[in-house]
């Protein structure tokens, strides 16, 4: 047996799927390492990133935009509304349904987890320059999209 690195077998490198799926790994990895230094899970990043971008929604619509299980959601919304991060008011139309907002310490939060994953990202995709970074998000929306478009 020799020492180096092991390296996977051709027929699986030559799979951009494969080779996507292990990358996407090692990158979630990177991404939970640096949302834990600020007290996040990857989930309630996105929650996060959603309530600031979109504004108050309901938990629902907020699980079904980030194609969460609404049942899952509500564990994450539990620990940051224990943060301090979001706030959850009953809709005064439907009692049933709870307004989620981000605060201002959310937002606070959020803007730290962004500097944390700038930094993560630095490191996953060291071996690209600027425009192959750029070439490589543009690549992956439009395959993201189709595959959602298709669900």
Do not use: W
Not at 68 to 93: F, K, M, S
């Amino acid at each position: 047996m020799s020492s180096s690195p092991v390296k996977a077998p051709e027929s699986l490198l030559s799979r951009p799927g494969y080779v996507l799926e292990r990358a996407a790994r090692m990158v979630r990895q990177l991404h939970a390492e640096g949302l834990a230094g600020v007290g996040l899970l990857p989930h309630q990043h996105a929650i996060l990133c959603c309530l600031d971008e979109f504004g108050p929604d309901h938990q629902k619509a907020v699980a079904g935009r980030l194609r969460l299980d609404p049942g899952d959601i509500v564990a994450y919304l539990d620990g940051l509304e224990t943060n301090g991060a979001i706030t959850r008011e009953r809709d005064a139309r439907d009692r049933r349904r709870q307004i989620v907002s981000i605060t201002d310490s959310g937002r606070a939060t959020l803007a730290a987890a962004e500097r944390a994953l700038d930094n993560a990202e630095k490191q996953a995709f060291a071996a690209l320059d600027g425009e192959a970074r750029t070439a490589l998000g543009e690549l992956l929306e439009r395959v993201y999209a189709d595959l959602v478009a298709r669900d």
